[in-house]
């Protein structure tokens, strides 16, 4: 039917090979104050056609990591370690900005958090969506904004022939984040960034949104890294969850683990912090205090102050992400370290 | 191909047909008003040749200084008999000819200087503001005086001169705005979508721009009709016989008593173009705002 849309994806031939493979990703931030590490040695790896979410509070490093991986990182910013293994690409940190260039918005692409402010005023939405495939594909003028149209109607917008003429101010908030998705997808991309994308939507809209991205991926068989605050979306999405704070992966499993048995008093607390049916009448849980400055990061570990399992070996040593025995499943503590220090 | 819910899809109402720029101006009534004296300028540049005007350097001593109204001469003669209506159609066409080509060399470089400058940053900006401090750093009639000392007087070599002293004009201002548009979320989805330095640059900072580029394109001209007036009234710009509106005012200046419309003819006509242009490029930036339709 669409061979644009349906290309065979070369991961295939390899059925075990990770399709990203993030390995100690590093980026720091030289600011008056001091140099700070937003992202302080992260590893992660996706599957073909997975859904892997990141979660974590504001200023947790979620963002700067899915910006370092698409070498968008502004400065004072800066990738200072690490690698990134994308498909047969030894290392995308190592590409000239004009090859990064080619795999941005072609084979991985990015949906951000504002869709009132991510799509240009100027221009009508349809030729936002046609500047994408000409970018990357050799394609007329004519051709791309006939592809345009049809991208706008895969992505549930009515009437896509007349909408394409409209500018982003003739939208709603849940119609503009649509067409960023279909900006994103109108390359086929094998893995999508998705940074807060439902964040700034009605809770309605959130919902609709968040079943075109699932219906879109499985139809492309993209991969999904998923960028929220938000455990419900987790939840709904994903396959695999890493828990980020102050700029590390706290834990990593699966999202059936992850919710059935956080490990990591950090993971509770987060998961504590939903609303519940039963825990109706009470007031809500939060986790006290706030993200520390990363400026000034507590010795040992960096949870430490705000953890109510916190004790003596906790602020000796930054503890290690370690796999727990018999299982994929990671975590940073010492309560799950065989030998925490004393 | 299928269609997924299309519940906030279909909840805007249809959009009509958008108004055309014209008819959105035509609601600012001042505006409507700048730009038909604009227009009026234009007409009277225009149609100088095509129109049954006497020879406007015809010198004729039998009616020196006519008033207005006499006969054969509608708005009178001036110090040598020749004919003023003449004069002044003539007179606008390269008072406005000198003043846009200026305004344009000035808009193209300064907009070029100000999109590098404000956009890359680091030591390009560093070479490119320190100029521009240089050009402004001189008193504004000094450098054009200066820059026509070295090439000496004319029509062409005062273009050149008024276009250069405007040009940090127009870099200061887009280099402000490129500061905050290359910012913008927009710019980063785009960078998301691979697009290179000069689509991003050229396309979508620049006609974010736009509407500034507009506006200071259309006030910048009504100031380059006073100084390229100013430079022909000190003799510098247009060479006689040839003249415009400000040679116009400088030669009717010594008659101001006996015949004071010899030169407050011309006057007006650089005061009433320059207003029509100030009041047009207010009218257009807020007609030229997507954000300001429907």
């Known amino acids: 039917m669409d061979t644009l849309m349906h290309a065979p994806k070369t991961a295939a031939k390899n059925a075990n090979a990770p399709l990203l493979e993030v390995s100690n990703l590093s980026t720091e931030f030289a600011t008056y104050a001091g140099t700070l590490s937003a992202v302080d040695g992260v590893s992660l790896s996706l599957q073909p056609g997975e859904v892997f979410g990141i979660v974590g509070e504001s200023g947790s490093g979620k963002s700067v990591t899915a910006l370092s991986i698409m070498g968008l990182i502004k400065k004072p910013g800066r990738v200072t370690g690490g690698t990134v293994r994308f498909k047969d690409e030894a290392n995308l940190l190592d590409k000239t900005p004009a090859e990064m260039r080619k795999i941005r918005g072609g084979q991985i692409s990015m949906i951000f958090q504002e869709p009132m402010t991510s799509l240009n005023p100027v221009f009508r939405i349809g030729w936002q969506i046609a500047e994408v495939l000409q970018i990357h594909r050799e394609m007329t003028r004519t051709e791309a904004w006939e592809r345009a149209i049809h991208l706008l109607d895969r992505v549930g917008i009515a009437s896509p022939a007349k909408r394409a003429r409209e500018f982003p101010h003739q939208l709603s908030g849940g119609m503009r984040q649509r067409v960023m998705i279909a900006m994103a997808m109108a390359c086929a991309p094998s893995l999508l960034f998705a940074d807060e994308p439902t964040t700034a939507l009605d809770v309605t809209v959130q919902a609709q949104i968040l079943d075109l991205m699932v219906q879109l991926k499985e139809e492309d068989g993209a991969a999904v890294m998923l960028i929220t605050h938000d455990m419900g979306v987790i939840a709904e999405m994903a396959q695999k969850v890493a828990v980020m704070y102050a700029g590390v992966v706290m834990e990593e499993a699966t999202v059936e683990e992850l919710f059935d048995s956080p490990l990591h008093p950090y993971t509770q607390g987060l998961l504590d912090s939903i609303p519940r049916k039963k825990s109706r009448g009470q007031s809500l849980k939060a986790i006290p205090g706030i993200v520390p400055n990363l400026l000034h990061l507590p010795t040992g570990c960096r949870f430490r102050d705000r953890c109510a399992a916190a004790h003596s070996a906790c602020a000796l040593a930054d503890p290690p992400l370690q796999t727990m025995p018999n299982s994929t499943r990671k975590v940073r503590c010492w309560l799950h370290h065989p030998e925490p220090p004393k | ?294």
């Open chain 2, 1 to 294: 191909m299928t269609t997924v819910s299309s519940l906030d899809s279909g909840a805007v109402a249809p959009v009509s047909a958008r108004e055309s720029l014209f008819a959105r101006l035509k609601k600012n009534r001042l505006s409507l008003f700048g730009g038909v004296l604009v227009l009026l300028a234009v007409f009277m540049a225009i149609s100088a040749p095509f129109l049954p005007l006497q020879d406007p350097d015809a010198v004729d001593a039998s009616s020196r200084l006519a008033p207005i109204g006499a006969p054969g001469h509608l708005l009178g003669t001036d110090e040598l008999g020749r004919d003023i209506l003449s004069r002044m159609f003539w007179g606008g066409r390269i008072t406005l000819l000198v003043s846009i080509a200026a305004t344009l060399i000035a808009m193209i470089a300064g907009t070029f200087l100000g999109l590098v400058s404000g956009y890359f940053l680091g030591w390009t900006d560093t070479v490119i503001s320190r100029g521009i401090d240089v050009l402004m750093a001189f008193p504004y009639f000094l450098l054009a005086l200066t820059v026509i000392a070295i090439l000496g007087p004319g029509l062409l070599n005062g273009m050149l001169a008024i276009a250069l002293v405007n040009v940090p004009f127009f870099a200061r201002i887009i280099r402000g705005s490129t500061l905050s548009l290359r910012e913008a979320d927009y710019v980063l989805a785009a960078k998301g979508m691979g697009a290179g330095h000069s689509r991003i640059l050229f396309r979508h900072i620049l006609l974010n721009s736009l509407p500034t580029l507009v506006v200071a394109t259309t006030i910048n001209l009504g100031f380059m009709i006073t100084a390229a007036a100013a430079l022909s009234f000190l003799g510098l710009g247009v060479q006689p016989p040839t003249s415009d509106w400000g040679t116009m005012l400088a030669s009717g200046r010594q008659y101001l008593s006996s015949a004071p419309h010899t030169s407050y003819l011309p006057g007006l006509a650089i005061f009433l173009t320059v207003l029509g242009f100030n009041l047009l490029g207010d009218g257009l930036r807020d007609a030229l705002d997507p954000r300001m339709r429907d």
